[in-house]
Structure formats: structure tokens, C-alpha cells
């Protein structure tokens, strides 16, 4: 399973530089959506996406962060946005978190998909 989740990864990350938002010269932040973000891999890949290594080192972003609208699951995540805000990434402009699918996609340019 691990495997499938890095191989949707980088599939996301290909098709995000084929269709050029990771060359977006305004530097608008780019909205990523994250689903299973409180999750073990999530958890991992996040510091990938905010330090500049999957979008581009001058590329800022919003990050939204989808996962089981469960409470002890929203806690764990509410806890991965405030590790997150602390390690101050230049490049994290906003953290949403949520167990709503449809607020969670909304406006996304690039959705990472793993569980």
C-alpha cells in the first residue's frame, strides 16, 4: 500500500510539472489539497510539499488538509497544522483543516491523494 501511495505521489507531482503550475511565474499561492493528512505517510510528505522540494523552492502554498471527520482524527490533525505553523516554512502562506471533502477541494490546483 505504501508503494501505491508513493507512486500516486509522484504521478501528482509529474502531472503538476507537465501542466506548468510549478512554473507559475505571478508566485500566487498554489492550493494543495492533502487527503489522509493526519496519517502516518501524510504526516511524513508534508515537510516535502512545505520546504519547497515538490513545487519549487520559490513557490508559496496553501495547504488543505482533508481527513476523517472524526474526532480523535481532527485532533491529530489540528495537532499536524500547529507542528506545521511552528516550523515556520517560509513557503506555507495558510493551513486549512477539515473532514469535508467538498471545503477541502475547493479551489485546489493540486491534490495529493492518500487515504
Same mark, same amino acid.
Given at each position: 500500500a505504501v508503494f501505491l501511495d508513493c507512486? %500516486?505521489? /509522484?504521478?501528482?507531482?509529474?502531472?503538476?510539472?507537465i501542466?506548468?503550475?510549478?512554473?507559475?511565474?505571478?508566485?500566487?499561492?498554489l492550493t494543495v489539497c492533502v487527503t489522509g493528512a493526519a496519517g502516518q505517510i501524510g504526516y511524513a510528505l508534508?515537510?516535502?510539499?512545505c520546504s519547497g522540494k515538490t513545487f519549487g523552492p520559490d513557490?508559496? %502554498?496553501? /495547504?488543505?488538509l482533508l481527513d476523517l471527520n472524526i474526532e480523535g482524527v481532527q485532533v491529530a490533525l489540528?495537532?499536524?497544522k500547529m507542528e506545521l505553523e511552528d516550523s515556520t516554512y517560509p513557503l506555507l502562506k495558510g493551513v486549512v483543516t477539515t473532514g469535508d471533502a467538498k471545503a477541502a477541494f475547493t479551489g485546489a490546483d493540486a491534490v495529493v491523494?492518500?487515504?
Open positions: 507512486q %500516486i505521489f /509522484l504521478f501528482c507531482i509529474l502531472m503538476c510539472r501542466s506548468g503550475l510549478c512554473r507559475n511565474m505571478s508566485k500566487t499561492p508534508l515537510p516535502h510539499i513557490q508559496p %502554498i496553501i /495547504l488543505h489540528g495537532g499536524v491523494m492518500l487515504g
